[in-house]
């Protein structure tokens, strides 16, 4: 029963959608350390523990691990997995993770210290898609990701797209992240280039939105 007190569990009385829930919870929480888990991904045995270590061993206050990306497939009425493979493999770089995504949600392990760092930045409800993106961004300003070759999770993916990862249109998201954080790049010219050639390659013209 002692364990069982340990948890808290907040139901919304409405939908919140993904960056408002996260922002339930973490303002929420009271312990020294953060991470995510959407409800169709998984950690994998001792994930935490070994998380927790090498946090502490590097003298980190972020640490990311690897995920599997765990594809399923609608066979008689059911989702069935077909198939797993390495899901992202990115090195972590304060210019880098302004062009893309460094992993997973449930990758990074983060420290309260690590938020205070980052003003306690909350995950934007504006966004309806990589709010994980633009929130890791803004830990990443004062706080340096260390790097774990480790694959410790799985996230799951319907090849149907009836989840949100696949079916949602990321583009409107990706521009509203570059116009936010591009101004604090250390290579400017070389973080312009290359979100602008993401924005090209999608069909965008960067200047019609000041990009």
Known sequence: ?????????????????????RNVAIKAS??????????DDIFLPYALEFRMYMMEKLNAEIVYTRALWDIWEKKDN????????????SIFDKDLIL???IAPCCCP??????????????????????EDHDFFIALS??????ELKLVD?????????TQMTGRDNFLPNWIITFKKWRH??????????HQNNILMKAGVNPEDHGL
Not at 1 to 21: C, D, P
Not at 78 to 87: A, G
Not at 184 to 193: G, I
């Open 1 to 21: 029963m002692n364990g069982l007190r340990k948890v808290k569990y907040i139901e919304n009385k409405k939908n919140k959608g993904l960056a408002g829930t």
């Open 30 to 39: 009271t312990g020294d350390y953060i991470v995510l888990l959407d409800d």
């Open 78 to 89: 059911t989702y069935v997995s077909v198939h797993k493979q390495l899901y992202w493999d």
């Open 99 to 101: 062009v893309q995504n």
């Open 109 to 130: 392990l983060f420290s309260r210290k690590a938020w205070d760092d980052s003003d306690n930045y909350l995950f934007d409800e504006k966004m309806t898609t990589t």
């Open 141 to 146: 300003r004062k706080t340096d990701f260390k």
């Open 153 to 161: 999770c799985e996230c799951s993916y319907r090849k149907d797209k």
């Open 184 to 193: 604090t790049a250390r290579d400017l010219n070389w973080v312009k280039e």
